[in-house]
């Protein structure tokens, strides 16, 4: 089982927020790994809000790569940063050569281009990196986007935090949402790209089940948009049916919900927008999922959210203050960085429910 958690703060927020998190949950040691998504980023990064960013994990000739590519289109490199690693005999983790984010600015070629030209400006330039690091095995891109960094690595999650320097806070890599895992969910091999959470183009998904609906979904995901590949994880194809749903369809959140937990007919028969949700059903059912899942997801404007499959096996608890607002599969996770708050008001949502959290950090239960 995954262990999964989302920060959502008013504060900038340093990873070893994350790592704690995950660490009260971790049941012993487990080499499967470590990953991260920083959005709304702080640090070294606050000033470059507008800026795509690459995240790459690579060899010294992928690095290369990926420049040579991105100079041949026309970016140029604003700032680069890399995390000061600490290798240590004793630590399990098989780590790359080099880790790299680099802030570049678009090419002049896009200067006056709209707001939609540039995004998939960036989804072309990712999948072309990756098709050439892949074609030599030379690493690994995991997001091209501004505001946004991912962080991805195989080995044991206390000792990735070590080996990265993450347990100790410092001035240079914060945000306000931080999306975690430890332990995959993959159906092949222990993989990077397996790794939770997934991103693209803003949206972030991360999920703690098994969705055994992931061949209906990957067969019916793979004709829809170029961006959906990989399917390394079957729990990837829920950050694809957000991105189509939100993105593509741009259909209000909550259809979500509909679309991948639909209704009983006899339930749907009941209600005022019955004739919807039966076209939705008719359209859209190679995109249900099977579980038992649970999601937590991020839009491309900061609103974090999570809900349930139908059946509601793995669990999930909303607890916040303030300030700060976590959702993670097991309150062991909230009681270690929030002690202080209103246990009471810890929120385990049901399977019909959708608990959303807006930019003002106020929570709200949506019923579906």
Avoid at 26 to 39: C, L, P, R
Avoid at 193 to 216: I, R, V
Avoid at 251 to 272: G, N, S
């Amino acid at each position: 089982m995954c262990r999964i958690g989302a920060i959502k703060s008013k504060n900038y927020l340093h990873p070893s927020k994350a790592l704690y998190l995950m660490r009260s949950q971790q049941k012993g040691h487990d080499n499967s790994g470590f990953a991260m998504v920083m959005q709304d980023l702080g640090g070294v990064f606050e000033n470059y809000k507008d800026l795509p960013i690459l995240s790459l994990a690579c060899t010294d000739r992928g690095m290369k790569i990926a420049d040579d590519i991105l100079h041949e289109a026309g970016f140029v490199r604003m700032m680069q940063w890399t995390p000061e690693v600490h290798p240590r005999d004793w630590l399990k983790i098989e780590p790359m050569p080099n880790y790299i984010f680099e802030v570049v600015q678009y090419p002049k070629s896009y200067k006056y281009a709209s707001k939609d030209e540039k995004e998939e400006l960036l989804v072309d330039m990712r999948l072309k990196i990756r098709q050439a690091l892949e074609e030599n095995h030379e690493g690994y891109v995991y997001s091209f986007w501004p505001d946004v960094i991912t962080l991805k690595e195989i080995g044991d999650p206390t000792d990735i935090g070590e080996y990265f320097g993450l347990w100790e806070e410092n001035d240079e890599l914060k945000a306000k949402i931080i999306t975690a895992q430890c332990r995959q969910n993959t159906n092949y091999d222990i993989v990077r790209y397996a790794a939770h959470p997934f991103f693209l183009q803003g949206y972030t998904a991360l999920a703690n089940g098994e969705n055994t609906f992931y061949e209906k979904n990957k067969n019916f995901q793979e004709k829809l948009y170029k961006g959906y590949i990989g399917f390394e994880s079957d729990s990837q194809c829920f950050l694809y049916t957000l991105h189509y749903i939100h993105k593509i369809l741009k259909w209000p959140l909550i259809y979500y919900k509909h679309v991948i937990t639909p209704l009983p007919f006899e339930d749907i028969e009941k209600r005022e927008d019955r004739e919807v949700l039966k076209k939705i059903r008719a359209s859209l059912a190679h995109l249900e999922i099977n579980g038992p899942n649970t999601i937590i997801g991020v839009l491309p404007d900061g609103t974090l959210f999570t809900c349930c499959d139908s059946k509601k096996l793995r669990p999930v608890v909303v607890g916040y203050t303030d300030d700060t607002v976590i959702i993670t599969s097991e309150v062991t996770g909230i009681n270690e960085l929030l002690p202080e708050r209103n246990w009471e008001k810890d929120i385990y949502p049901h399977e019909r429910e959708m608990v959303v959290i807006n930019n003002n950090l106020e929570v709200e239960r949506w019923q579906q």
